[in-house]
């Protein structure tokens, strides 16, 4: 009797994966020949399956089948719900909202497009009185859920006022638990400091002593601001809103580094002076802070070449940070792209893509027989104010027989740890050639 339930759940399992893969059939077709209904079927109901979607798998340290191309199905998606024909699908916006947490790639763009529906439609204030006090709250704290905490007054174009309340209570409950701060504690004008500590780390504490609970991890740079230093334990607040307890020995006053600010026509003259021509140029906020940030990718007007080696990497990646009045803090590395690559049928670099506080660089290059699609991702960590390698990516066709089936390869911080922007080297990151 055991053997038969355990064959019949084999077989129920199996059912189920042929059934999972005939449903990402059909809604990825749906998509490319805009197929309206079908598409809206087959996107998600819930937070979980969005995620299992268009997210990152963190068991499996890989992207989900639609993670890629998450924008483009969900600009399609609220495209098709924004229409009146199809209002019976905004349930699923609700839906995936309850129970939500913010993320980056796919689910952060969700966030940004229900926020600016929920702004404007008061078709939701319907649904989400259909819903019981406990979803409601769960919906509300997914739509406040961003780093910049502010209550939009459209809100109270749209909202009834029962509705009103609740998304305030939420909100107002969001707040207190980013920024309070205990009575008695008077706050120090003096906020320039940063974290100190020879271990990399200190921990911040709930109280002011070494046994109390710890509340974070302070990496050394951090900035911080002091509420109160009094004594041998400083009260201090990061930039994420914790607010808690380290020892004064690990904090050190933040030195200004102008060292790297240039103003940024002066900076772009001045390579041009030396022999390099802007390829491409693109401009966002990588550092999520409100200013107008700008990447670029240089390349020789004239590109040596070296006899001794296959590869010449001579193409300056810059990232400049606007810290205001025409400055940039600048970051660069002449590491990354692939200038020339010999006896090799590879385009070398494709593009540079940006997606809030990410930025991917996709090039092609050889490997033996192998044909190469690289993609090297970089992340502004706010919490550290460092620009990191996030992810590496390799995919392969083999021009020797280009019907094998080949892996591909995608490495995370998992895997080599922690990787500066203006230290990464693409040799020490290489993969091991597919056998």
Not at 221 to 245: A, F, M, N, Q, V
Not at 271 to 294: A, H, P, R, W
Not at 413 to 434: M, P, W
Request: glycine share 4%; with cysteine; charged share 30%.
């Amino acid at each position: 009797m055991n053997k038969f339930f355990i064959l019949l759940l084999l077989l129920v399992s199996c059912n189920n994966k042929a059934q999972d893969i005939d449903s990402t059939k059909l809604f990825r077709k749906a998509y490319i020949a805009k197929d309206e209904k079908v598409f809206l079927e087959k996107f998600p109901e819930n937070f979980e399956n969005f995620k299992a979607t268009f997210g990152w798998n963190d068991k499996l340290d890989k992207p989900n089948i639609f993670y890629d191309s998450a924008n483009e199905y969900i600009d399609y998606f609220f495209k098709l719900v924004s229409q009146s024909k199809y209002n019976s699908y905004k349930t699923k916006i609700v839906n995936i909202a309850v129970n939500g947490k913010w993320e980056a790639d796919g689910v952060n763009y969700f966030h940004k497009n229900l926020q600016n529906i929920i702004e404007t439609d008061k078709e939701f204030v319907l649904l989400l009185n259909k819903l019981d006090e406990n979803k409601i709250n769960s919906f509300w704290s997914f739509y406040f859920d961003k780093e910049d905490l502010k209550y939009p007054q459209k809100l109270n174009l749209v909202l009834d006022e029962s509705m009103r309340n609740k998304a305030m209570l939420v909100f107002e409950k969001i707040k207190k638990e980013r920024s309070t701060v205990p009575e008695n504690v008077s706050k120090n004008k003096q906020n320039k400091f940063e974290i100190f500590d020879k271990d990399g780390y200190t921990n911040l504490r709930a109280d002011k002593n070494s046994s109390s609970k710890i509340i974070d991890k302070l990496i050394s740079g951090e900035e911080i601001k002091i509420i109160e230093s009094l004594g041998d334990w400083w009260y201090i607040k990061t930039k994420t809103g914790k607010t808690g307890y380290v020892h004064k020995s690990r904090v050190r006053v933040k030195e200004e580094n102008n060292s790297n600010l240039y103003n940024i026509n002066t900076f772009k003259k001045d390579l041009q002076n030396k022999g390099y021509v802007i390829s491409i140029e693109k401009k966002c906020d990588l550092n999520q802070d409100g200013k107008e940030d700008e990447l670029l990718i240089f390349e020789p007007k004239q590109v040596a070449t070296n006899s001794e080696t296959d590869i010449t990497m001579n193409s300056p990646v810059c990232i400049l940070l606007n810290k205001g009045n025409n400055d940039y803090l600048v970051y660069k590395n002449l590491d990354i792209i692939y200038t020339t690559i010999s006896n090799c049928p590879s385009d070398g670099f494709q593009n540079l893509v940006v997606k809030d506080n990410f930025f991917t660089i996709e090039q092609n290059t050889c490997g033996g027989w192998y044909l190469i699609d690289e993609y090297t991702t970089f992340k502004y960590d706010r919490s550290t104010n460092q620009i990191v390698l996030h992810k590496f990516g390799q995919s392969f066709s083999d021009r020797k027989n280009p019907d094998k089936e080949i892996p591909d390869t995608i490495l995370s911080n998992k895997n080599f740890g922690t990787v500066l922007f203006e230290n990464f080297n693409s040799k020490t990151i290489k993969v091991v050639d597919k056998k």
